[in-house]
């Protein structure tokens, strides 16, 4: 994490099951940090920018596999 302009920005990678990988961009969330570890499963949701044939996600919604699987078998 770092600051620019006063905000905290968190950055990390996620990856399919396929490996390909997207850009995560999180501000002023320190806690995900210590949530979102190397290994965990997690769902992302929200609009994926292409640059320079990168993917990223600026703030996106965060969905547990636990919640997530629960939900899904009513």
Do not use: H, W
């Not at 990390?12 to 806690?31: I, M, Q, R, T, Y």
């Not at 997690?42 to 636990?66: A, C, Q």
Request: hydrophobic share 35%; net charge neutral; charged share 25%.
């Amino acid at each position: 994490s770092y600051r620019k302009g006063g905000k905290a920005i968190q950055r990390c990678e996620a990856f399919d099951d396929e490996g390909v990988s997207c850009s995560l961009v999180f501000f002023n969330s320190s806690f995900l940090e210590r949530k979102l570890t190397a290994g965990s499963i997690f769902y992302f949701y929200g609009s994926v920018e292409i640059k320079g044939g990168k993917m990223s996600m600026l703030y996106p919604e965060i969905i547990d596999t636990f919640k997530f699987e629960s939900s899904s078998n009513i």
